[in-house]
Nanobody, 123 residues
């Protein structure tokens, strides 16, 4: 079974930055797309970003375009989400998920999920 582990969450002031990591074990990310999702209390889980690992093609939700950047380190079998200019509305549990080959921002398209990491943006 695919195993994904997120890390890097925490408490940050508005305008600050965090970098989340999604490390894969027991499989190579090369032929997968990795999506980042978030879920705030009382809200639906929403797609934030996605990267097609083999060629680095990326996708972003409108709410994070220009602020978040998704990238991968093939040697470390890890995908990152760099989050800049954070806002209180970015507060949520963030999850990475894997699906075969192509990107999507729909949670239903992803069969494999990590356990999540919490991001709190507050002054």
């Amino acid at each position: 079974q695919l195993q994904l582990v997120e890390s890097g969450g925490g408490l940050v002031h508005p305008g600050g930055s965090l970098r989340l990591s999604c490390a894969a074990s027991r499989f190579s990310l090369d032929y997968y797309a990795i999506g980042w999702f978030r879920q705030a209390p009382g809200k639906e889980r929403e797609g934030v970003s996605c990267i097609k690992v083999i060629d680095g093609t990326t996708h972003y939700a409108d709410s994070v375009k220009g602020r978040f950047t998704v990238s991968r380190d093939n040697a470390k079998n890890t995908v990152y989400l760099q989050m800049n200019s954070l806002k209180p509305e970015d507060t949520a549990n963030y999850y990475c998920a894997a699906r075969s080959y192509s990107c999507s921002l729909w949670k239903i398209d992803f069969p494999s999920w990590g356990q999540g990491t919490q991001v709190i943006v507050s002054s």
